[in-house]
Each structure stands twice: as structure tokens, then as C-alpha cells.
């Protein structure tokens, strides 16, 4: 085998292992469409081991070429997540700074009881004036 044909022999099976990989991605994203909350393409993406732009190179491009019906149906679920995601972002940035101010807040008050306490230790001397 000459090396130019194994060349064309490794490109086609990487070829057929991407092709393998986007059918699994757009299967496992269909599978979840009936979930309260659909796979996202970064949960996609830490499932699979690959990068968010991989995935969503082959559920957009790569997917469209190779089952434009599974396509289709894969368009409307990253499209329900994207109106979805600004929503659920908002909510988690709440969620976030609601922990945040808890936390700085019983933070602030054991602080405040440790200051307490040492205040009381401390024995206090008589105002002297000069």
C-alpha cells in the first residue's frame, strides 16, 4: 500500500467516525426533546468529550449534510434552547447573586459575633483624662 492510499484510507475512516459521532450527538439531542429541559451543546459536548463549536459544527453543518429530516428536527430543539437559555441565564444569574449576598451576609454576621466576643474578653479601663 502505497502511502498516498493510506492517506486516502485514514481520511475516509476519520471521515466515517465524524459521521458516526454527529448521527450519536443529533440522536441522544432527540432523544432528550421530550425532557423538561433539552440537552444543551455544552452538556452535549461534555458527554460526547469534544468542544461546544464541534458540536454545534455537526448538529448545524455537518448534520444538515448528512440527514437533512434529523436535521430539521435537531434545528428545532437548539432553536427552543437558545429562546429558552436567556430565560434559564437569567434565572441563574439570580440564583447566583442570591448566594453570593447570602453568603457575604452570614459571613459578615460571624464575623460580627467573633468581633462580639473578643469585645467582651477585653477587659476595659477607666476613661482617664489628661
Known amino acids: 500500500m502505497t502511502k498516498k492510499e493510506l492517506v486516502k484510507r485514514r481520511a475516509e475512516e476519520n471521515r466515517k467516525a465524524i459521521e458516526e459521532r454527529v448521527i ?16 444543551t451543546i455544552r452538556e452535549l459536548a461534555r ?18 449534510k448528512i440527514s437533512p429530516t434529523m436535521h430539521i428536527e435537531v434545528r428545532k430543539i437548539l432553536d427552543r434552547n437558545k429562546l429558552e437559555g436567556t430565560a434559564r441565564g437569567g434565572k441563574s444569574t439570580q440564583e447566583l447573586f442570591r448566594r453570593r449576598r ?29
Open 24 to 39: 450519536k450527538v443529533a440522536e441522544v439531542m432527540l432523544l432528550s426533546k421530550d425532557a423538561p429541559v433539552p440537552k
Open 47 to 64: 458527554d460526547f468529550s469534544v468542544g461546544r463549536m464541534t458540536v454545534a459544527n455537526d448538529l448545524n453543518d455537518r448534520l444538515k
Open 102 to 130: 447570602e453568603e457575604l451576609e452570614n459571613e459578615s454576621s460571624s464575623e460580627n459575633k467573633d468581633i462580639r466576643e473578643e469585645s467582651d474578653n477585653v477587659g476595659y479601663t477607666e476613661k482617664v483624662s489628661l
